[in-house]
């Protein structure tokens, strides 16, 4: 694919941990994507309704009607339980019975494609352009559903504990076995909430060198965090002068999710909305380019 093609593609947000600021990565990835393109649709498959509630639709987590079973076991239409969010990103809410789905998937004939063949395939390319996936922190049958259904996968991490296990689980755990079963790409993983320096031996420095040696780190680390031997060197020498790698934890961030909107839609001034712009730039051409630097912010 040319570095200018793009075409209607689904992506899902996950790694099985929680606290890796998945949530986070997917409303703000997908508003950027409606904000590039006209429109999107975010879909909440996490049992713990976090998006859904926090972006102020309680009520339909909450609602006596499992929305969510009615599209994905009885065929109800999708479009019927879709809410509009801000302008051009609509969301697909999850409900607090999504364990009950999961439950009932287990048992429903290809109960691995229905997200795929009720929501996804339908409104692909017709009524969105792009579809963002947030899916949950573990694994089963929803998991299942959200990576089949999109093929795509981005992974985001955080410098907490634990995030070298998160990152090994979510690859052999869960890359390895759909691969087994379809296709599935890595379209990047993504390091959020850095705030330590680079020059000390501190667990930001240790996500960042862990991230960056990976075999597959040209393919799967944004340009944005993206750090070659020779700047290594330069940090520890004191020399360097490029941009500070990985989306940097901004008080406008955690306030836009207090607020219960997109950071866009919060502080359009914020400097990380260049990090989720160049993620939207990967989703549209489904990989990533080296040498354009960041993504210019659209405002």
């Not at 006209?38 to 909450?62: C, K």
């Not at 009607?65 to 994905?72: R, S």
């Not at 051009?88 to 287990?106: I, W, Y």
């Not at 999109?150 to 990152?167: A, C, F, H």
Request: glycine fraction near 8%; proline fraction near 4%; hydrophobic fraction near 40%.
């Amino acid at each position: 694919m040319s570095e200018h093609e793009t075409e209607p593609r689904a992506v899902a947000v996950g790694v099985l941990k929680g606290g890796f600021a998945k949530t986070t990565t997917a409303i703000n990835l997908a508003r950027e994507l409606a904000h590039r393109n006209g429109s999107a649709l975010v879909v909440d498959l996490d049992d713990n309704g976090h998006m859904t509630q926090n972006l102020g639709f309680a009520e339909a987590y909450e609602a006596e009607t499992n929305h969510v079973h009615d599209v994905l076991l009885d065929d109800a239409d999708p479009t019927e339980a879709v809410v509009n969010v801000v302008d051009g990103l609509d969301l697909f809410p999850a409900h607090q019975d999504l364990e009950d789905v999961q439950t009932q998937l287990k048992n429903a004939m290809g109960g691995s494609t229905r997200l795929n063949a009720r929501v996804v395939e339908p409104l692909l390319g017709e009524r969105y352009d792009y579809i963002v996936v947030d899916c949950p922190a573990n694994q089963g049958k929803l998991n299942e559903n959200a990576l089949f259904a999109t093929n795509n996968l981005m992974i985001p991490v955080r410098p907490e504990t634990g995030y070298d296990s998160g990152i090994h689980n979510t690859v052999n755990r869960l890359v390895k076995e759909a691969r087994q079963y379809f296709e599935l790409d890595i379209l990047a993983v993504v390091p959020s909430g850095l705030s330590q320096r680079l020059d000390q031996n501190r667990r930001d420095r240790a996500l960042l060198e862990e991230i960056n040696s990976m075999a597959i780190a040209d393919s799967v680390v944004p340009e944005f965090c993206r750090l070659t031997d020779d700047d290594w060197t330069a940090i520890d020498e004191g020399s360097y002068d490029g941009p500070l790698p990985g989306i940097r934890y901004r008080s406008a961030i955690d306030d836009a999710n207090a607020a219960g909107l997109p950071l866009r839609d919060y502080d359009a001034g914020c400097d990380q909305l260049s990090c989720y712009a160049e993620l939207a730039g990967i989703v549209e051409r489904g990989e990533i380019l080296r040498g354009d630097g960041r993504e210019e912010v659209a405002h």
